[in-house]
């Protein structure tokens, strides 16, 4: 029976260490999920226009700087994530894609 409990203990703590719960991380895997899900149809979306792969090129670009963000917010508070936080993982790549709209159209002038 003791080793029964032990064996439960153990499992349970491999598989969610006391300081990544499960029900925390769970909002986050969601909305990175929706926010890659978002970001592969404005790709394929980008890729049927006619101008040449510019738009496209653009918003493959703005993904880097964007996942490192959230890479940087996910390693730091991947338990408790803050409000600014989930703000900033919905409406980065947003922010990002359209700055490097203007500054494409700026440098073309």
């Given at each position: 029976m003791i080793i029964q409990g032990c064996?439960?203990?153990?499992y349970e703590s491999a598989v969610y260490p006391p300081e990544i719960s499960a029900s925390g991380t769970k909002p986050l895997r969601k909305l990175l999920k929706m926010v890659a899900?978002?970001?592969g149809i404005a790709l394929v979306f980008a890729g049927t226009l006619l101008d040449g792969g510019e738009m496209?090129?653009?918003l493959a670009i703005a993904l880097l700087p964007y996942w490192l963000a959230v890479g940087l917010i996910v390693w730091r508070r991947s338990e408790k994530p803050t409000?600014?936080?989930?703000?900033l993982?919905?409406?980065?790549?947003l922010v990002i894609s359209i700055a490097g709209?203007?500054?494409?159209?700026?440098?073309e002038i």
């Open positions: 064996r439960n203990w153990v899900t978002l970001q496209t090129k653009l409000r600014s936080d989930r703000f993982i919905k409406y980065l790549y709209f203007f500054w494409q159209a700026h440098r």
